[in-house]
Structure formats: C-alpha cells, structure tokens
C-alpha cells in the first residue's frame, strides 16, 4: 500500500507507527526488492548519501570490543560493505572470522565478489540469514552488527531478541540506522529530501522507483529512538545507549550482553 501524504502535514509530527502495519515486509517480498537493486546498490548508497554512510560505518567499527580476534555477525550485510570495512580499518588479524548474513541471495553474489577481490574469502563468509530466525548456535559471536537493514525487518524485536541469544557473554551488538532528527528546520530539508528527490534519483539510477518510495516511508513510520533503546533493554541487553550523527539524520544505538 502506497501511503497518501500531504505537504503539508509531513514536516509537523511524525508518522504514526501503525502505518508501517500497511507496508508489505515479508521475507519474500524484501529479498526480492533487493535482489532487483542489487548490481546499483553500492553507488546508489554512494550518491543518495553523498558519501558518508561510509562515515558512520567506520564509526560503528572504531567502537568495537578491544578483545582480540574477535568472532562478528553482520546482519542484513547486503553486498558486505560492513565486514569488508571491518578487515580493512581493525585490520584482518583482529578477527577469527566474520560471517555476513542476508535474505537476498543476489545482494550477497555482489558482495562474494567484493571479497574475492579484496582477498579476504578466508575470513568472510556471506551467507543467507534471517534476522529474526538466525540459524547460529547460543553465544557464537562477540559482535553483532546490523547497518541500516533493522527497519526492513518485520519483526524487530524478536530480531534483537535473536542478536542478544547468538551474543557471548559481554558481547556487544550495534544496530545503525535512519532516525527522525528534532530539529524542526533540519527536520524540513530531511523529509523534502527523502520523501522527493531520493525516490527520484534513486527511481533513475536503478530502474525501480518502488524501492526507493517504499525507503522513505520505511524511515519515518519507524520506532523513535526512546522506543528503540526501550525495545533493546528488554531484549535482554544493558548499558545501551545512542550516539547521533548529522543531527540526529542517523542513530547508532549500542548495547551489552553482560555475562
């Protein structure tokens, strides 16, 4: 169900939550719209964020534990952007292995090839995931990451719900995602800009203007952070906190599986 926003309405209060009960997140759905946008999918995120989504993600991996190696889920890791950057800045000793996750088999071909040709296949194995059915044993993992992909989940808590069981004791997960800022004039330029021009750039560059209406509506029908952090903690996770980048355009909430 496409929503019919006014103009008017869109910058004064967010969206209600249950609008996002309308929008079709099933598994297959999902992977399918990926898998349409998968060969543009890196340089589209490139554009339509000018860059500094890479920003944010390196900031994500400078926050990881000092425990050496470290064993790493990424989840909803789409072409591995997140697990090659993470050999690249901590360095490929600093781990034993790194396991990328994903619903969209295409997405995942993509990021195989990123690997191959950085040379780190014996360290990053991408393979078909669901977040909220993950198929790794209890306390696998020292690090869960997810970068962008927890609003496209039907079930967000039953997801971190997951992250927090495949976690070791005193791991830590990090989820990285749009937020609303509150600024109200940075609020304006924010909307204008997903709501009209990324749709339509996004429409042009990869031929699929569905996948970037249903981006925006994704983000602003999503939990505000108080209820993201409420959401985490009773999951099961402590000391979560968040840390806001671009005036709150993105939130990179963290948290403890304290043993």
């Not at 292995?97 to 990021?111: A, C, F, K, W």
């Amino acid at each position: 169900m496409i929503l019919d926003y006014t103009f008017h309405n869109s910058f004064s209060t967010p969206l209600p939550f249950d609008t996002l009960r309308d929008m079709d997140k099933s598994r297959s759905t999902i992977s399918t719209m990926f898998d349409r946008i998968a060969s543009r999918y890196d340089l589209l995120n490139r554009v339509l964020s000018f860059g500094i989504d890479r920003s944010w993600r390196k900031q994500m991996i400078r926050l990881f534990p000092s425990k050496r190696p470290l064993t790493v889920l990424d989840i909803a890791t789409g072409t591995a952007d997140v697990p090659v950057m993470m050999a690249d800045i901590l360095g490929p000793t600093s781990f034993s292995h790194i396991v990328g996750g994903d619903i969209s088999e295409h997405m995942l071909d993509v990021g195989r090839g990123k690997v191959r040709s950085k040379g780190l296949s014996h360290l990053i194995r991408l393979e078909i995931a669901d977040a909220t059915q993950l198929h790794f044993q209890d306390a696998s993992f020292d690090v869960v990451t997810i970068a962008f992909g927890i609003r496209n989940v039907s079930q967000t808590e039953k997801a971190l719900q997951e992250f927090f069981r495949v976690l070791t004791p005193g791991g830590k997960a990090f989820v990285l995602e749009f937020s609303m800022p509150k600024n109200g004039f940075i609020r304006m330029g924010y909307l204008a800009y997903f709501r009209y021009i990324l749709p339509f750039i996004g429409g042009i560059i990869s031929q699929d203007f569905g996948a970037y209406r249903y981006l925006n509506k994704s983000v602003e029908d999503y939990y505000s952070p108080d209820a993201f952090i409420e959401m985490m903690t009773r999951s099961g996770f402590q000391n979560v906190s968040r840390r806001m980048f671009c005036f709150g355009v993105a939130s990179l909430y963290s948290g403890d599986k304290v043993s």
